[in-house]
């Protein structure tokens, strides 16, 4: 019995898991000089808790998350905010528009080393807002609400799984 249980929570638990994507940047090349960024982006959906990889033969290349107008006119922060290990993992936190350059000088200048994209709401994330019961609280408190929400969602839908089964056994 117990190990029906465990199994149950596993399939309950798997559609949260396994709805987070990898993305290589750049496919096979990698984040490298004169590909194509937004060409590999156009046909994919990036959604919150999705996960971008570039890779790149360490020292080489390095990833700086920057603004639209860094973004725009290739300006690298400061190299301690840059990640350099050749396999550099994002994990795409909120929605919205996200710029990423290379900070090597020229190659997002003269190179194209350069993505932009566009990251929706996720499934632990609703894409509306969903207003807080009682009265107004303070901003910070609407995300911990957001996530509280989508864990909850998460264990009824384990529950309600879980149920099904046991019933059906
Ligand atoms: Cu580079």
């Not at 994507?21 to 004169?34: C, I, P, Q």
């Not at 033969?57 to 905010?81: L, M, W, Y």
């Not at 509306?128 to 998460?154: E, L, M, Q």
């Amino acid at each position: 019995m117990a190990f029906k249980i465990i199994c149950c929570f596993m399939v309950g638990f798997l559609p949260a898991i396994t709805m987070a994507t990898e993305y290589w940047v750049g496919g096979d090349k990698g984040w490298s000089l004169d590909v194509d960024n937004q060409d590999w982006a156009k046909d994919k959906t990036f959604k919150v808790g999705d996960t971008l990889v570039f890779k790149y033969t360490k020292g080489h290349h390095n990833v700086f998350k920057v603004n639209q107008t860094a973004f725009k006119d290739c300006i690298a922060p400061p190299s301690s905010e840059g990640l350099t290990s050749g396999h550099d993992v994002i994990t795409l936190a909120s929605p919205g528009k996200k710029w990423y350059i290379c900070g090597v000088p020229t190659h997002c200048s003269d190179h194209n080393q350069k993505l932009v994209i566009t990251v929706e709401a996720g499934a632990l994330a609703p894409a509306t807002p969903i207003p807080a019961p009682g009265p107004a609280t303070k901003d910070g408190s609407s995300n911990s609400y957001k996530v509280t929400t989508s864990a909850y969602k998460i264990f009824v839908g384990g529950a309600v799984l879980i149920w099904t089964i046991l019933t059906l056994v």
